[in-house]
């Protein structure tokens, strides 16, 4: 079956860097590209970016550009996300979830999603 | 950045009751539309793809219609197990957005 299973709780410093992985099972890895999702405490969802992991090649939001990078490991079928320069604001939980690379394009499996908290 | 704007956005019904909610693009989309849902603590579920192709496992009383700017969600009768926040997000193009969601609630 398919599974995203996401790293665990991550507490950071503002100013700090944090990276969540996500590792991927029960289809193809190259066949999806994932894409990361983050929810403020009681907010709704914003799109961070997607990293096709074919070639690696990425799309970030403009508002996250500069801040974030989004890899991957085809050899363990993970997908890696960076963002840098914590701050508050980014205290959210981040999901990763996948899209069909072609044909309807829709977030058809989800992580169990991981919570980032960015407190002095 | 296309806009997407969802209404209500909280909703009180009871148990077998018709719930629609709609959801604006700021420009066309197409048919690029997707439903889901979420429940506290949990990550978004797909309902609807495509404006309105059932996602495999989701009960028929979800549907989905609406093309180009204007789309809705439809629950046909309430269940327990329906009340939740959905959210419609277009796919068109990225920035993939989301609308605000809709917060259902028991009446």
């Known amino acids: 079956q398919v599974q995203l299973v996401q790293s665990g709780a991550e507490v950071k410093k503002p100013g700090a860097s944090v990276k969540i992985s996500c590792k991927a099972s029960?289809?193809?890895?190259?066949?999806?590209?994932l894409h990361w999702v983050r929810q403020a405490p009681g907010q709704g969802l914003e799109w961070m970016g997607t990293?096709?992991?074919?070639?690696?090649?990425?799309g970030y939001a403009q508002k996250f550009q500069g801040r974030v990078t989004m890899t991957r490991d085809t050899s363990t079928s993970t997908v890696y996300m960076e963002l840098s320069s914590l701050r508050s604001e980014d205290t959210a939980v981040y999901y990763c979830?996948?899209?069909?690379?072609?044909?309807?394009?829709?977030?058809?499996?989800w992580g169990q999603g991981t919570l980032v908290t960015v407190s002095s | 950045d296309i806009q997407m704007t969802q209404s209500p956005s909280s909703l009180s019904a009871s148990v077998g009751d018709r719930v629609t909610i709609t959801c604006r693009a700021s420009?066309?989309?197409?048919?690029?539309l997707n439903w889901y849902q979420q429940k506290p603590g949990k990550a978004p579920k797909l309902l609807i793809y495509?404006?309105?192709s059932l996602q495999s496992g989701v009960p028929s009383r979800f549907s989905g219609s609406g093309s180009g700017t204007d789309f809705t969600l439809t629950i046909s009768s309430l269940q327990p197990e329906d009340f939740a926040t959905y959210y419609c997000?277009?796919?068109?193009?990225?920035?993939?957005?989301f609308g605000q969601g809709t917060r259902l609630e028991i009446k």
């Open positions: 029960g289809y193809t890895f190259t066949s999806f590209y």
């Open positions: 979830a996948r899209v069909i690379s072609s044909g309807w394009r829709r977030f058809d499996y």
């Open positions: 495509a404006a309105s």
């Open positions: 420009q066309s989309i197409d048919n690029y």
């Open positions: 990293i096709n992991p074919s070639g690696g090649s990425t």
């Open positions: 997000q277009q796919s068109y193009v990225t920035p993939f957005t």
